[in-house]
């Protein structure tokens, strides 16, 4: 089913590496060029603006963006027992991996009087998006409202389009779970928007009758590529996350590996989306052979076959064959796959040598689904080879370390020779000027 690559007996660069793997072809640049006029119409009329994108995207125009507090109540009421349940163990342990995360202070004592503070602190506002187009993801609600909550954020709004779906009270509002997730985690600032028209909304603020959406100071959370598109192009007004493009799973495995394990796990994150990424690398070219009689089995049979069946036939998605388990290293650390499985011999060990990647799932009893859902760890990852220099979202990603410097004048007048000379180097003598003012009497003019 899947395209093979074939790279044993060869030595390939890194360099080939990106540029022989399998990858989704997604043009945000192109895609600016449609989000460009939604954000300045949002600029210029608001919530009316979001409201018409909701019509001609969503199919529903919200009478109010702002969803009421008694609506999410509502929903979380008539939630299903299960589905509650489950969310509330997610949201425990996310809270248990995410709190140790958390940063302290630290003061280091440079010399005597002279003191580096490095201050944590929380940005004032975020807005978190939590997509609603093909599925529903109140996982996603708990993956952007846990960490921002014990980083300490003040202000939290989060943004899921309207579904023209709903009806009675919910006619114009967001996916009734994603509506009781944000009640169950004590989220009462919700918003019936989606797309580029919900990023520019968050970034620009705006009214809406007695409702007032203040600017945010950062956006996160996964979208499509108008979502994307419409944070490159606000990145600077505002502070997001990454730039998500579709999903994506590596499964590096050998002969080890159980085959149906392996199709299953592709699968599921072929399911995401028709140009969602599934690349399988292994030095077994029988379990190659068993994993594609096992997916020609399995696609035919799950709920999203042709979806499913267009992500793994896509130029996205294949089987790297390589020499052993070393290549086959270098073949995911070029990749740098949002989500890798390492399903081999001594796989902690291997995992262990894994440079790139978004998160890591170790041994044939940690599929991509269980992080998705109640590991404990963040679902929204970094996409399209980011892995290689982003991180996925986490505590870390609400906070600003602010560096605070308390010297003595005796601590000053000890270094103050070193300043004027680097400064002398660069030529900025006021630089030097602003020292020896302080440390030598007579330097006043």
């Known amino acids: 089913m899947m395209d093979r690559l074939d790279l044993r007996g060869r030595s390939v660069t890194p360099r080939e590496l990106r540029n022989v793997m399998p990858r989704a ?59 509650r349940a ?3 163990e997610a949201i425990r342990r996310a809270r248990l991996v995410h709190t140790d995360q958390s940063r302290a202070d630290t003061t280091t004592h440079v010399v005597d009087g002279g003191t580096v503070t490095e201050r944590w602190v929380p940005v004032d506002r975020v807005g978190l998006y939590v997509p609603g187009g093909r599925a529903v993801y109140p996982s996603s609600v708990v993956m952007n409202v846990v960490p921002a909550q014990i980083a300490g954020v003040g202000s939290l709004a989060v943004a899921s389009p309207p ?44 009214e809406d009758g ?22 490159r192009l606000l990145k600077g007004v505002i502070g997001i996350d990454a730039e998500a493009g579709p999903t994506e799973i590596a499964i590096l495995a050998d002969d080890s590996a159980d085959p149906e394990h392996v199709a299953a796990d592709l699968i599921s994150q072929a399911e995401h989306d028709p140009l969602a990424a599934a690349v399988l690398v292994t030095d077994s070219e029988d379990l190659a052979d068993a994993v594609d009689r096992a997916l020609a089995a399995r ?10 069946t267009e992500a793994l036939d896509g130029p996205q998605s294949g089987t790297v064959l390589v020499d052993d388990i070393d290549q086959g290293l270098d073949v995911v650390n070029a990749y740098a796959a949002e989500h890798l499985e390492i399903q081999t011999h001594d796989a902690a060990d291997v995992a262990a040598r894994v440079r790139n990647a978004g998160a890591v799932f170790v041994g ?65 003598p006021a630089h030097g000027d602003a020292v020896t003012v302080r440390v030598i009497r007579d330097a006043r003019p």
Request: charged share 20%; net charge negative.
């Open 364 to 428: 044939p009893w940690a599929p991509v689904s269980l992080g998705d859902y109640a590991a404990g760890s963040n679902h929204v990852l970094p996409t399209a080879g980011t892995a290689r220099h982003s991180s996925g979202l986490s505590v870390q990603s609400f906070l600003r370390g602010i560096h605070v410097v308390t010297y003595s004048q005796e601590a000053l007048a000890s270094v103050a020779h070193h300043v004027v000379a680097l400064a002398g180097s660069e030529d900025l």
């Open 86 to 88: 489950a969310l509330e």
């Open 210 to 231: 007695e409702d007032t959406c203040d600017p945010v100071t950062m956006v996160t959370g996964p979208g499509n590529i108008w979502v994307t598109a419409a944070k």
């Open 299 to 308: 696609v035919v049979a799950t709920k999203h076959s042709a979806r499913i």
């Open 163 to 206: 579904q023209k779906e709903n009806t009675g009270e919910l006619t114009g509002y967001p996916h009734p779970t994603i509506l009781a997730a944000c009640a169950l985690l004590g989220v009462d600032e919700v918003y019936a928007m989606g797309g580029a028209q919900a990023v520019a909304g968050f970034a620009l603020g705006f």
């Open 25 to 83: 072809t997604v043009d945000v640049e192109a895609a600016l060029g449609v989000v460009r006029p939604i954000v300045e119409d949002v600029r210029r009329r608001g919530a009316e603006a979001v409201k018409d994108y909701g019509d001609r995207f969503d199919g529903v125009r919200p009478e109010r963006l702002r969803v009421p507090v008694d609506v999410m109540a509502g929903a979380l009421d008539r939630l299903d027992p299960d589905v």
